[in-house]
T-cell receptor, first 109, second 115 residues
Framework: AQKVTQAQTEISVVEKEDVTLDCVYETRDTTYYLFWYKQPPSGELVFLIRRNSFDEQNEISGRYSWNFQKSTSSFNFTITASQVVDSAVYFCAPGKLTFGTGTRLQVTL | GAVVSQHPSRVICKSGTSVKIECRSLDFQATTMFWYRQFPKQSLMLMATSNEGSKATYEQGVEKDKFLINHASLTLSTLTVTSAHPEDSSFYIC???????????FGSGTRLTVV
């Protein structure tokens, strides 16, 4: 079974601030995938990244970056220079079946 | 790309009626699709795994006779909410996976309101 904890329920930042969304997971699998999704107010889920458990290289994609630490079972997501359009609920998912409770990010002017 | 189309986006139905939601993979074939349910301000809960040409696999606590899933082709899965009641009102979303690094692509979701 897999379990994921997104301890931050809601985060509010001012535009241009950096923000990090935390994700801690539990799994008994030796190899697994980790995902982050974004759900804007319109409702659809947008795939952001998939990380394989044996690849601990951190990744940067534009203003997004991910910090995967297998030793602490964490897969944190950072948005640099946040924008209003980043306002959404962000879900961390260890695999396709389990989603965290989500972190609602509100970016204001 | 990997596009999943879900229809309808919104539906209002009367209590006791049935509603069918379609999930189509537009530019790829998906032998497996997934159906989720999301209550307001809550996470997604996997309801069932839809397998092309065979019976769906339901998660514990999900009523098979209530939520009928049909995956008759490699590009289409349908979820039928039978004899809908107000407590079935929710946001239903499907997903499918294309090979490679596309991850899981989600449909745009269907907001069902049973009155």
């Amino acid at each position: 079974a897999q379990k994921v904890t997104q301890a931050q329920t809601e985060i509010s930042v001012v535009e241009k601030e950096d923000v990090t969304l935390d994700c801690v997971y539990e799994t008994r699998d030796t190899t697994y995938y980790l995902f982050w999704y974004k759900q804007p107010p319109s409702g659809e889920l947008v795939f952001l990244i998939r990380r394989n458990s044996f690849d601990e290289q951190n990744e940067i994609s534009g203003r997004y970056s991910w910090n995967f630490q297998k030793s602490t079972s964490s897969f944190n997501f950072t948005i640099t220079a946040s924008q209003v359009v980043d306002s959404a609920v962000y879900f961390c998912a260890p695999g396709k079946l389990t989603f965290g409770t989500g972190t609602r990010l509100q970016v204001t002017l | 790309g990997a596009v999943v189309s879900q229809h309808p986006s919104r539906v209002i139905c009367k209590s006791g009626t049935s509603v069918k939601i379609e999930c189509r993979s537009l530019d790829f074939q998906a032998t497996t699709m997934f159906w989720y349910r999301q209550f307001p301000k809550q996470s997604l809960m996997l309801m069932a795994t839809s397998n092309e040409g065979s019976k769906a696999t339901y998660e514990q606590g999900v009523e098979k006779d209530k939520f009928l899933i049909n995956h008759a082709s490699l590009t289409l899965s349908t979820l039928t909410v039978t004899s809908a009641h107000p407590e079935d009102s929710s946001f239903y979303i499907c997903s499918a996976k294309k090979g490679g690094d596309y991850g899981y692509t989600f449909g745009s979701g269907t907001r069902l309101t049973v009155v």
